[in-house]
């Protein structure tokens, strides 16, 4: 469509909205001049400079909708010039929270300038290396299933364009492998048979159908048929495929087959043409040397005709039951139409009226053919890991890639599994359960945060409830497999154990504050208690927290994302510390202030504990042992919790727990529990605590 046929629709560029998308085709082409909506894609605008047709531009949310992390899609603007390259692309809206309060725009823009100069049907991975096969682009650390979402919309949106106009191939047309004959195999059958199972096909045309295709052209009206006899065939058209032997030899006889397979080269093959009715399949104006201009054979959008050389005359037929026709010809598909035999081609035929002396009007009208199934097989494709890996929904391309991450991650879930349950065994060796716990902790803190990403988020809970509201898609959860698979585990683990687990054991910003805590008591940085009374009311500030935060998700998501900002995950897990000084110093100041009170942004400002707190009164079992003395009058349990978790009264307050263990040992040690102590030294002397008022006597709770 050139811009004069198209200037009632044309637009300046420099009103092209929206403002984003008009910079971007600006700087792709500084030329262009006018905006025009492609005829029939009104998505696609063609981009001019004067009459002179500089390329293509699109926004992908009109063409893919892929869920970000977000769980809403992005909306990416590519330029395409005319040779289906991309000359520039852009992201102009998203909903990621690592991007909205995170990583700068700068950093995004960075990694989809990498994507200028490749083709629209080029095969793009995020991370690895480049091949003859593919194109490696660098990652974006820290947003990494960010930015796999957007390498897919712009390869997709950019190949779907592409194929749209003409620029690259379509998926869609891709053929499958070749299908190969089966040859060693023949049944007698007759006629009726091989028209029943579909080996011969029949188009039956009457005149009146003819008559209704020409209305509303030029040739309505002409060489009507009288209503009499609309019902009249104009032709019955039969055709069938001649390689398969079932078919060949029961329609043309041993001899006349064996010699037309002895006619055909590699690569080529026969189809028969069988009709009666007053309009000639061959047409009466075919000449010696001319092409067969009233049929033709369409497959894979491929289209080809028949010429002289590529027929033969079909004389005696013998399939029994087999009706006289008036005319039968045997057609030879050559080798460089590259016919496939098991996929289905169509015979077209054409009807034409003349309109004028040098004027006509066409119509064409299939007979669809697909040889049956027991007549062919076809090889399985031979596909690379990529290309199989290309076709699989994006949440599957996402837990191939981090194939390590996820083994790792269930590996340290399944050691973690292995110390809950046996916990009673193991804390009777302290030293050995501190070892492992301090190992754990740092296997958390690299491994799951810093190398996986794996850093839960208060920001997940409000998008899991604001997906419950407004449409839920698993997919928008199986994005993230790290991710998906903690928070599966954490499900599970509230309800055996509470929320205790997660923040003790799994939370990499928890296991960063209790390593640099344990260091700090190395280095005897002396460490302040919290008066309890005190300690008991700032337990409210998360839970208020995380009240205002759903209460906003409610109205904005956007914005409950950035109040989230509360929370130092991003900037010490995620990020690493890189970022701006504001986050910088907000994580650093918490870290500090955990030198000399553990933990402190957990127990009293974490909205992500408060949320796993609330369920936590749901769990099974109370895995944690306490005795009837505890709290009155041994409090040793009580002093040593460093999160202060156990109340004076003794009992343990699970919604607040991080489950250390560090009271469990105590409870079996006879070394150091009072009770135990007393019950050592009574069997030793072979007396017990009511004849030594000092002491405190032993009586197991049950």
């Given at each position: 469509?050139?811009?004069?046929?198209?200037?009632?629709?044309?637009?300046?560029?420099?009103?092209?909205?929206?403002?984003?998308?008009?910079?971007?085709?600006?700087?792709?082409?500084?030329?262009?001049?006018?905006?025009?909506?492609?005829?029939?894609?009104?998505?696609?605008?063609?981009?001019?400079?004067?009459?002179?047709?500089?390329?293509?531009?699109?926004?992908?949310?009109?063409?893919?909708?892929?869920?970000?992390?977000?769980?809403?899609?992005?909306?990416?603007?590519?330029?395409?010039?005319?040779?289906?390259?991309?000359?520039?692309?852009?992201?102009?809206?998203?909903?990621?929270?690592?991007?909205?309060?995170?990583?700068?725009?700068?950093?995004?823009?960075?990694?989809?300038?990498?994507?200028?100069?490749?083709?629209?049907?080029?095969?793009?991975?995020?991370?690895?290396?480049?091949?003859?096969?593919?194109?490696?682009?660098?990652?974006?650390?820290?947003?990494?299933?960010?930015?796999?979402?957007?390498?897919?919309?712009?390869?997709?949106?950019?190949?779907?364009?592409?194929?749209?106009?003409?620029?690259?191939?379509?998926?869609?047309?891709?053929?499958?492998?070749?299908?190969?004959?089966?040859?060693?195999?023949?049944?007698?059958?007759?006629?009726?048979?091989?028209?029943?199972?579909?080996?011969?096909?029949?188009?039956?045309?009457?005149?009146?159908?003819a008559d209704d295709a020409f209305k509303g052209t030029d040739a309505e009206g002409i060489d009507t048929t009288p209503r009499k006899q609309r019902g009249k065939p104009l032709i019955d058209l039969y055709t069938a495929y001649l390689d398969v032997p079932t078919i060949g030899r029961n329609l043309l006889g041993e001899?006349?087959?064996?010699?037309?397979?002895?006619?055909?080269?590699?690569?080529?093959?026969?189809?028969?043409?069988?009709?009666?009715?007053?309009?000639?399949?061959?047409?009466?104006?075919?000449?010696?040397?001319?092409?067969?201009?009233?049929?033709?054979?369409?497959?894979?959008?491929?289209?080809?005709?028949?010429?002289?050389?590529?027929?033969?005359?079909?004389?005696?037929?013998?399939?029994?039951?087999?009706?006289?026709?008036?005319?039968?010809?045997?057609?030879?598909?050559?080798?460089?139409?590259?016919?496939?035999?098991?996929?289905?081609?169509?015979?077209?035929?054409?009807?034409?009226?003349?309109?004028?002396?040098?004027?006509?009007?066409?119509?064409?009208?299939?007979?669809?053919?697909?040889?049956?199934?027991?007549?062919?097989?076809?090889?399985?494709?031979?596909?690379?890991?990529?290309?199989?890996?290309?076709?699989?929904?994006?949440?599957?391309?996402?837990?191939?890639?981090?194939?390590?991450?996820?083994?790792?991650?269930?590996?340290?879930?399944?050691?973690?599994?292995?110390?809950?349950?046996?916990?009673?065994?193991?804390?009777?060796?302290?030293?050995?359960?501190?070892?492992?716990?301090?190992?754990?902790?740092?296997?958390?803190?690299?491994?799951?945060?810093?190398?996986?990403?794996?850093?839960?988020?208060?920001?997940?809970?409000?998008?899991?409830?604001?997906?419950?509201?407004?449409?839920?898609?698993?997919?928008?959860?199986?994005?993230?497999?790290?991710?998906?698979?903690?928070?599966?585990?954490?499900?599970?683990?509230?309800?055996?154990?509470?929320?205790?687990?997660?923040?003790?054991?799994?939370?990499?910003?928890?296991?960063?504050?209790?390593?640099?805590?344990?260091?700090?008591?190395?280095?005897?940085?002396?460490?302040?208690?919290?008066?309890?009374?005190?300690?008991?009311?700032?337990?409210?500030?998360?839970?208020?927290?995380?009240?205002?935060?759903?209460?906003?998700?409610?109205?904005?998501?956007?914005?409950?994302?950035?109040?989230?900002?509360?929370?130092?995950?991003?900037?010490?897990?995620?990020?690493?510390?890189?970022?701006?000084?504001?986050?910088?110093?907000?994580?650093?100041?918490?870290?500090?202030?955990?030198?000399?009170?553990?933990?402190?942004?957990c127990r009293y400002l974490c909205p992500l504990g408060a949320a796993l707190a609330l369920p936590t009164k749901l769990r099974v079992f109370d895995w944690l042992k306490r005795r009837k003395e505890c709290g009155n009058p041994c409090r040793l349990c009580d002093h040593e919790c460093e999160v202060q978790a156990i109340?004076?009264?003794?009992?343990?307050?699970?919604?607040?727990?991080?489950?250390?263990?560090?009271?469990?040992?105590?409870?079996?040690?006879?070394?150091?529990?009072?009770?135990?102590?007393?019950?050592?030294?009574?069997?030793?002397?072979?007396?017990?605590?009511?004849?030594?008022?000092?002491?405190?006597?032993?009586?197991?709770?049950?």
């Open positions: 469509m050139s811009i004069m046929a198209a200037s009632l629709s044309a637009a300046p560029v420099s009103e092209y909205e929206p403002v984003a998308a008009r910079q971007v085709i600006e700087k792709a082409f500084s030329s262009v001049t006018a905006v025009v909506p492609r005829e029939g894609n009104r998505a696609i605008q063609e981009l001019y400079a004067g009459e002179e047709l500089k390329g293509y531009a699109y926004q992908s949310l009109d063409f893919i909708q892929t869920p970000a992390y977000s769980g809403k899609p992005l909306n990416i603007v590519v330029v395409l010039d005319t040779d289906g390259k991309i000359v520039n692309t852009r992201v102009i809206e998203h909903h990621e929270p690592i991007l909205l309060v995170g990583i700068p725009e700068s950093k995004l823009h960075d990694f989809t300038d990498q994507y200028v100069g490749l083709a629209a049907d080029q095969r793009v991975t995020v991370g690895g290396t480049t091949s003859e096969h593919k194109v490696a682009v660098d990652g974006l650390s820290g947003a990494t299933v960010t930015v796999m979402v957007v390498n897919e919309v712009i390869m997709k949106s950019a190949h779907r364009v592409g194929a749209e106009l003409g620029l690259v191939e379509s998926l869609s047309d891709a053929r499958p492998p070749a299908a190969k004959i089966q040859t060693d195999s023949f049944q007698d059958k007759s006629w009726q048979t091989l028209l029943g199972e579909g080996s011969v096909r029949r188009l039956k045309l009457t005149r009146g159908q001899s006349q087959f064996q010699w037309l397979m002895s006619e055909l080269n590699e690569g080529e093959h026969a189809i028969a043409v069988m009709a009666h009715g007053e309009y000639s399949f061959k047409g009466s104006g075919y000449v010696r040397g001319g092409i067969f201009d009233r049929i033709q054979i369409r497959q894979f959008g491929d289209t080809f005709n028949f010429r002289d050389l590529d027929y033969y005359r079909l004389s005696d037929v013998y399939a029994e039951g087999m009706p006289a026709f008036k005319e039968m010809a045997i057609f030879i598909i050559r080798q460089q139409y590259k016919f496939d035999p098991g996929s289905e081609w169509t015979l077209e035929l054409t009807v034409k009226r003349q309109t004028g002396p040098l004027d006509s009007e066409f119509q064409v009208f299939p007979l669809t053919y697909q040889l049956p199934d027991q007549y062919y097989t076809r090889p399985e494709p031979v596909l690379s890991e990529e290309d199989m890996l290309a076709d699989q929904p994006m949440w599957v391309q996402m837990w191939y890639q981090r194939e390590f991450q996820i083994v790792v991650l269930g590996i340290g879930i399944g050691v973690l599994l292995f110390i809950l349950f046996f916990q009673d065994w193991l804390v009777k060796k302290p030293k050995m359960m501190r070892w492992i716990r301090h190992a754990f902790l740092t296997y958390t803190l690299f491994f799951i945060g810093w190398y996986a990403l794996g850093q839960l988020s208060i920001v997940n809970v409000l998008t899991f409830v604001n997906s419950l509201i407004s449409g839920f898609s698993w997919e928008t959860f199986l994005i993230d497999p790290v991710i998906f698979m903690l928070w599966a585990v954490v499900a599970g683990i509230i309800l055996l154990w509470g929320r205790a687990v997660y923040c003790g054991w799994l939370c990499p910003f928890g296991a960063l504050q209790e390593l640099l805590n344990e260091i700090a008591r190395k280095l005897k940085v002396p460490q302040y208690t919290v008066p309890f009374v005190v300690h008991e009311r700032l337990w409210a500030i998360k839970y208020i927290i995380l009240l205002v935060l759903f209460g906003v998700s409610l109205d904005s998501m956007a914005t409950a994302e950035r109040l989230a900002e509360v929370e130092p995950f991003k900037t010490a897990i995620t990020l690493k510390f890189d970022r701006s000084w504001p986050f910088v110093t907000y994580a650093v100041v918490l870290l500090v202030v955990n030198l000399f009170t553990r933990k402190v942004f109340h004076p009264d003794g009992h343990i307050n699970y919604m607040e727990c991080h489950y250390c263990l560090d009271c469990q040992m105590t409870y079996f040690d006879d070394h150091k529990c009072p009770p135990l102590i007393v019950k050592r030294r009574g069997k030793r002397r072979g007396h017990n605590a009511p004849g030594h008022p000092e002491e405190i006597p032993v009586v197991q709770v049950t």
